[in-house]
Nanobody
Framework: QVQLVESGGGLMQPGGSLRLSCAAS????????MGWFRQAPGKEREYVAA????????YYLDSVKGRFTISGDNAKNTIYLQMSSLKPEDSAVYYC??????????????WGQGIQVTVSS
């Protein structure tokens, strides 16, 4: 089993920045890649970004390209999502996820509890 704990969310004004962290514990050696998802009220979950545990960046949602950066620190079993130039439409609950099956796409088998990000003036 893998446990994931997100941190770093909160309230930010439009144009501001936030950094989310996700710490993994348990069977971290089984992780192939990790990702971030988000879900706003009344909307479908969006696949925001992903990174392989080897460090190569694999995916960004079009609407966050150039504004969000995903990175990882293997020594700390932690990934980050640096979010800049935030927009109100970035407001959502953000979820960290881990994939141990390498099935591809947006299929992940471990999830964090989610953390709220609100962008508002």
């Amino acid at each position: 089993q893998v446990q994931l704990v997100e941190s770093g969310g909160g309230l930010m004004q439009p144009g501001g920045s936030l950094r989310l962290s996700c710490a993994a514990s348990g069977r971290t050696a089984s992780i192939y890649r990790m990702g971030w998802f988000r879900q706003a009220p009344g909307k479908e979950r969006e696949y925001v970004a992903a990174i392989r545990w080897s460090g190569s960046i694999t995916y960004y949602l079009d609407s966050v390209k150039g504004r969000f950066t995903i990175s990882g620190d293997n020594a700390k079993n932690t990934i980050y999502l640096q979010m800049s130039s935030l927009k109100p439409e970035d407001s959502a609950v953000y979820y960290c996820a881990a994939d141990s099956r390498a099935t591809g796409g947006s299929s992940y088998d471990y999830w964090g509890q989610g953390i709220q990000v609100t962008v508002s003036s």
